[in-house]
C-alpha cells in the first residue's frame, strides 16, 4: 500500500529528500564527480562516528561488515571474546567460528546489558584473547549497551574492539576515539535512513597492524585492498552508487537537524514510547538504565500471542511491527522509532496498538496510551 507505518527496525522508512537525491543520473565510480562525493561523505560520517580513523563503505548488508570485520581481524586459531546478549551478539560467535577462531563467548540474559566487569576478568584470566565484540544496539531484545565502559577496559589490553553498530549508529551517539573502538561497522538501512545496500566501518590503527598480519582468507572484503584505494577516494569494487548519493543526503539532513538534536529526538521517542506501554499496563523487556532509544521492545499480555496483535496492526491499520527473534518468538513485540522517526510515528503507532489490543480481547483504556506519550512530548 502507498499509505503504510513501518515501524520496524530496518529498512526504516527513507526521507522524501534522500529518495530524490538517489533518482539522480548514474555517474561513472572512477570520476572526479565520485571521488569528491565519496571524501564528502566519509568527512561527514567522521563527525557521526567522532573518529579520525579512516571509514570504509562497502557495498553489501549489515552482516557483510560484520564478516569484513571479522575475516580482516580474526585468524584461525586466534581466541576471541564475544559478548553476547541477543540475536545479533550471537551473530558474531557464529561468524567467528565459521573463522576458524577459539571462542569464549559471555552470555548475559536476553534484556539485560553487558556487565563491564565480567568483561574485565574474562581479559584478565585470558590475556592472550585477540579481538572482543560487542554490539552498541541490540536489536532483539531493545538493549543498548555500554560502549564507553567496555572500550576502557579493552584499550588497556592489546586486544581489538569491534562494536556492531548496525541499528544504533545515527540514533544513539557514539565516540569511537574517545571509547577506543577500533573497528566500527554499520549498516544504512536503519538509524541512517537509507535504503539496505551499504556497510560502513572505521578502522583504528591499532586494528590495521592486525588486519596486516591477518591469515584469513578474503577476497571482496580484504581491507587491504580497499585502502590502497582509499587516498584516491575509490573503492575497489564498483559500489552502489546511487546508495552513496542518497547517504550524502541523509548524512546532510542528520547535520543540519544536528546531532545532539538527533539524539535527544530518539531518547524522546524511548521515552513517550515507554510511557505509554507502561499506561496500557504492559511489560517492556529492557530496564530503564539501558533501555535502546531507537527500538522498544514489549511482553505481549498473558495468554495473547505477540504475533496476533501484529497481525491486526498490519491488516486493519497497515502499522507494521517487529516481532520477536528465536526464542523470543511470539513472546514480545518491537516499536522502532530510528532515523526517520518522530513524536507523530509514535503516536500512531501507540493509538494502533490500543485498537488492536482491543481486538485481540485485551481491553484496554482508549486513550491511555496515547495521551501518556502526549504527556512526554509536552512535558506535562
Ligand atoms: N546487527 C544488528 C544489531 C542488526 O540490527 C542487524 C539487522 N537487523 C544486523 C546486524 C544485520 O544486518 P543485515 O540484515 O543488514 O545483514
Redesign the pocket.
Same mark, same amino acid.
Given at each position: 500500500q502507498d499509505k503504510s507505518y513501518l515501524m520496524i #527496525? $530496518?529498512p526504516t522508512p527513507v526521507p522524501p529528500t534522500v529518495v530524490a537525491a538517489m533518482t539522480a543520473p548514474m555517474i561513472g565510480h572512477r570520476s572526479e564527480d565520485f571521488q569528491v562525493l565519496h571524501k564528502d561523505i566519509i568527512t561527514k560520517l567522521q563527525k557521526i562516528f567522532q573518529t579520525q580513523n579512516e571509514i570504509y563503505i562497502l557495498t @553489501? @548488508?549489515? *552482516? &557483510?561488515g560484520?564478516e569484513s570485520a571479522v575475516a580482516n581481524t580474526v585468524s584461525p586459531g586466534d581466541k576471541v571474546l564475544t559478548l553476547v546478549g541477543g540475536k545479533?551478539g550471537e551473530?558474531w560467535s557464529e561468524l567467528t567460528k565459521q573463522y576458524g577462531a577459539e571462542v569464549i563467548e559471555v552470555n548475559f540474559e536476553w534484556g539485560t546489558c553487558v556487565d563491564p566487569q565480567v568483561v574485565q576478568e574474562k581479559l584478565a584470566a585470558n590475556p592472550d584473547i585477540k579481538v572482543v565484540f560487542a *554490539? !552498541?544496539?541490540? *536489536?532483539?531484545t531493545g538493549v543498548t549497551n555500554d560502549i564507553e565502559s567496555i572500550g576502557k577496559i579493552v584499550a588497556q589490553t592489546s586486544a581489538l574492539f569491534v562494536v556492531? $553498530?548496525?541499528? &544504533?549508529v545515527g540514533g544513539i551517539e557514539i565516540k569511537v576515539d574517545e571509547w577506543h573502538v577500533d573497528i566500527l561497522t554499520t &549498516?544504512s !538501512?536503519?538509524s541512517l535512513m537509507l535504503p #539496505?545496500g551499504l556497510?560502513i566501518q572505521s578502522i583504528s590503527d591499532k586494528a590495521w597492524k592486525v588486519i596486516e598480519a591477518n591469515k584469513s582468507p578474503r577476497y571482496y572484503f580484504n581491507l587491504l585492498k580497499a585502502r590502497k584505494q582509499y587516498p584516491k577516494w575509490n573503492t575497489a569494487y564498483t559500489p552502489a552508487v546511487s546508495l552513496f548519493v542518497g547517504l550524502n543526503a541523509s548524512l546532510d539532513m542528520m547535520l543540519a537537524e544536528g546531532l545532539d538534536n538527533v539524539y535527544a529526538r530518539h531518547k524522546l521517542l524511548r521515552e513517550a514510547t515507554r510511557a505509554a506501554i507502561r499506561a496500557l499496563g504492559l511489560k517492556l523487556m529492557a530496564d530503564e538504565s539501558y533501555a535502546s532509544p531507537v527500538i522498544t521492545s514489549v511482553y505481549a499480555p498473558e495468554g495473547i500471542g505477540a504475533d496476533d496483535i501484529r497481525k491486526v496492526l498490519n491488516n486493519e491499520y497497515n502499522i507494521t511491527f517487529a516481532g520477536g527473534q528465536a526464542k523470543l518468538k511470539n513472546k514480545i513485540f518491537r516499536i522502532a522509532h530510528m532515523g526517520f522517526a518522530d513524536q507523530m510515528n509514535v503516536l500512531i503507532a501507540i493509538s494502533g496498538l490500543e485498537m488492536a489490543l482491543q481486538k485481540v480481547g485485551y481491553p484496554v483504556e482508549l486513550g491511555a496510551g496515547v495521551r501518556a506519550a502526549q504527556q512526554v512530548f509536552l512535558g506535562v
Amino acid at each position: 500500500q502507498d499509505k503504510s507505518y513501518l515501524m520496524i #527496525p $530496518g529498512p526504516t522508512p527513507v526521507p522524501p529528500t534522500v529518495v530524490a537525491a538517489m533518482t539522480a543520473p548514474m555517474i561513472g565510480h572512477r570520476s572526479e564527480d565520485f571521488q569528491v562525493l565519496h571524501k564528502d561523505i566519509i568527512t561527514k560520517l567522521q563527525k557521526i562516528f567522532q573518529t579520525q580513523n579512516e571509514i570504509y563503505i562497502l557495498t @553489501s @548488508s549489515g *552482516t &557483510g561488515g560484520m564478516e569484513s570485520a571479522v575475516a580482516n581481524t580474526v585468524s584461525p586459531g586466534d581466541k576471541v571474546l564475544t559478548l553476547v546478549g541477543g540475536k545479533f551478539g550471537e551473530r558474531w560467535s557464529e561468524l567467528t567460528k565459521q573463522y576458524g577462531a577459539e571462542v569464549i563467548e559471555v552470555n548475559f540474559e536476553w534484556g539485560t546489558c553487558v556487565d563491564p566487569q565480567v568483561v574485565q576478568e574474562k581479559l584478565a584470566a585470558n590475556p592472550d584473547i585477540k579481538v572482543v565484540f560487542a *554490539t !552498541q544496539n541490540e *536489536t532483539s531484545t531493545g538493549v543498548t549497551n555500554d560502549i564507553e565502559s567496555i572500550g576502557k577496559i579493552v584499550a588497556q589490553t592489546s586486544a581489538l574492539f569491534v562494536v556492531d $553498530g548496525v541499528s &544504533g549508529v545515527g540514533g544513539i551517539e557514539i565516540k569511537v576515539d574517545e571509547w577506543h573502538v577500533d573497528i566500527l561497522t554499520t &549498516g544504512s !538501512q536503519k538509524s541512517l535512513m537509507l535504503p #539496505p545496500g551499504l556497510a560502513i566501518q572505521s578502522i583504528s590503527d591499532k586494528a590495521w597492524k592486525v588486519i596486516e598480519a591477518n591469515k584469513s582468507p578474503r577476497y571482496y572484503f580484504n581491507l587491504l585492498k580497499a585502502r590502497k584505494q582509499y587516498p584516491k577516494w575509490n573503492t575497489a569494487y564498483t559500489p552502489a552508487v546511487s546508495l552513496f548519493v542518497g547517504l550524502n543526503a541523509s548524512l546532510d539532513m542528520m547535520l543540519a537537524e544536528g546531532l545532539d538534536n538527533v539524539y535527544a529526538r530518539h531518547k524522546l521517542l524511548r521515552e513517550a514510547t515507554r510511557a505509554a506501554i507502561r499506561a496500557l499496563g504492559l511489560k517492556l523487556m529492557a530496564d530503564e538504565s539501558y533501555a535502546s532509544p531507537v527500538i522498544t521492545s514489549v511482553y505481549a499480555p498473558e495468554g495473547i500471542g505477540a504475533d496476533d496483535i501484529r497481525k491486526v496492526l498490519n491488516n486493519e491499520y497497515n502499522i507494521t511491527f517487529a516481532g520477536g527473534q528465536a526464542k523470543l518468538k511470539n513472546k514480545i513485540f518491537r516499536i522502532a522509532h530510528m532515523g526517520f522517526a518522530d513524536q507523530m510515528n509514535v503516536l500512531i503507532a501507540i493509538s494502533g496498538l490500543e485498537m488492536a489490543l482491543q481486538k485481540v480481547g485485551y481491553p484496554v483504556e482508549l486513550g491511555a496510551g496515547v495521551r501518556a506519550a502526549q504527556q512526554v512530548f509536552l512535558g506535562v
